[in-house]
């Protein structure tokens, strides 16, 4: 065989076997009967504003509650009464626990938000506290009074302040009632209306101060044995958790409901707060 017929026998030789190799087909993986592994859901995130003491304290303990659930409870915290609304309105937050109904149907009048109650939680006591006297028997002519300035709270104030024997109000004033609604003063108190929140920064300015039940607690006092005078514990102010009307169904939602309507959270609060904070449900 001369050298031309040996290089075109190598040529095909060589073409053949690339063209068997280009032919195989691979293998399909063999079946099998077991379920793929499905990759774990993400959790669904519950954004809810706040106030410090005791709402956020109370939600901490609804935390791994949820995480259960698949839900990862975030708690902002807020020391006012006004940006956990708007918060809520604007959809920046999901839900918010700091309030009770009366507040909520006065600022939604107010500024034209849509918020709903989805539950009722607790109460806290409003209480009177001492600042440069020492009892309410010895509150002297012209006392100073330090009371919240929103409107449902200072109402409320001057109810626990009537329910004392210190003043009178005008039959028709209901919650809402304001100093003007005064009909008797015998001690001709001087009131001073301040942002809730600031209350306890200036007790030791004025005679007594009446300082709702959370700000009370920031501030160290046991309203239970520090205050001169306290609500019942049949107070009409239940603290809620408040969301957006329409939201009120959502999963998430109703699942923190269930949570801080549990037992867990009647026994945390009986427990913590010994009557400064009473479940309501």
Same mark, same amino acid.
């Given at each position: 065989? *001369?050298?031309?017929?040996?290089?075109?026998?190598?040529?095909?030789?060589?073409?053949?076997?690339?063209?068997?190799?280009?032919?195989?087909?691979?293998?399909?993986?063999?079946? +099998?009967?077991?379920?793929?592994?499905?990759?774990?859901?993400?959790?669904?995130?519950?954004?809810? =504003?706040?106030?410090?003491?005791?709402?956020?304290?109370?939600?901490?303990?609804?935390?791994?509650?949820?995480?259960?659930?698949?839900?990862?409870?975030?708690?902002?915290?807020?020391?006012?009464?006004?940006?956990?609304?708007?918060?809520?309105?604007?959809?920046?937050?999901?839900?918010?626990?700091?309030?009770?109904?009366?507040?909520?149907?006065?600022?939604?009048?107010?500024?034209?938000?849509?918020?709903?109650?989805?539950?009722?939680?607790?109460?806290?006591?409003?209480?009177?506290?001492?600042?440069?006297?020492?009892?309410?028997?010895?509150?002297?002519?012209?006392?100073?009074?330090?009371?919240?300035?929103?409107?449902?709270?200072?109402?409320?104030?001057?109810?626990?302040?009537?329910?004392?024997?210190?003043? +009178?109000?005008?039959?028709?004033?209901?919650?809402?009632? +304001?100093?003007?609604?005064?009909?008797?003063?015998?001690?001709?108190?001087?009131?001073?209306?301040?942002?809730?929140?600031?209350?306890?920064?200036?007790?030791?300015?004025?005679?007594?101060?009446?300082?709702?039940?959370?700000?009370?607690?920031?501030?160290?006092?046991?309203?239970?044995?520090?205050?001169?005078?306290?609500?019942?514990?049949?107070?009409?102010?239940?603290?809620?958790?408040?969301?957006?009307?329409? *939201?009120?169904?959502?999963?998430?939602?109703?699942?923190?409901?269930? =949570?801080?309507?549990?037992?867990?959270?009647? +026994?945390?609060?009986?427990?913590?707060?010994?009557?400064?904070?009473?479940?309501?449900?």
């Amino acid at each position: 065989m *001369n050298k031309k017929l040996l290089s075109l026998a190598l040529a095909l030789a060589l073409c053949l076997s690339l063209a068997a190799c280009g032919g195989q087909k691979e293998e399909p993986a063999p079946e +099998t009967d077991e379920p793929k592994a499905e990759e774990p859901a993400e959790p669904v995130v519950l954004n809810v =504003a706040a106030s410090p003491t005791p709402h956020a304290e109370i939600l901490e303990q609804c935390v791994g509650i949820l995480a259960e659930q698949g839900i990862d409870l975030q708690i902002h915290e807020y020391n006012d009464y006004v940006i956990p609304n708007t918060a809520v309105e604007d959809g920046d937050e999901d839900a918010n626990y700091f309030q009770h109904v009366p507040y909520l149907d006065n600022f939604n009048a107010e500024n034209g938000t849509h918020l709903v109650s989805v539950a009722g939680v607790h109460v806290e006591p409003m209480g009177v506290y001492a600042g440069k006297t020492a009892s309410l028997e010895e509150l002297p002519d012209g006392a100073s009074v330090a009371i919240p300035n929103d409107a449902t709270n200072e109402g409320r104030a001057l109810l626990l302040l009537e329910s004392q024997g210190l003043i +009178t109000l005008s039959e028709d004033a209901g919650l809402e009632a +304001t100093p003007n609604d005064l009909v008797e003063n015998p001690k001709n108190l001087q009131f001073t209306e301040l942002e809730a929140a600031m209350l306890p920064n200036v007790l030791t300015e004025v005679d007594i101060a009446v300082i709702n039940s959370n700000y009370a607690l920031d501030a160290g006092f046991n309203p239970v044995e520090d205050s001169l005078a306290i609500e019942s514990a049949d107070s009409p102010y239940v603290n809620i958790l408040a969301v957006k009307e329409g *939201n009120e169904n959502n999963e998430a939602v109703q699942a923190l409901v269930a =949570a801080l309507q549990s037992d867990a959270i009647r +026994t945390f609060i009986e427990e913590t707060y010994d009557g400064a904070v009473v479940p309501a449900f």
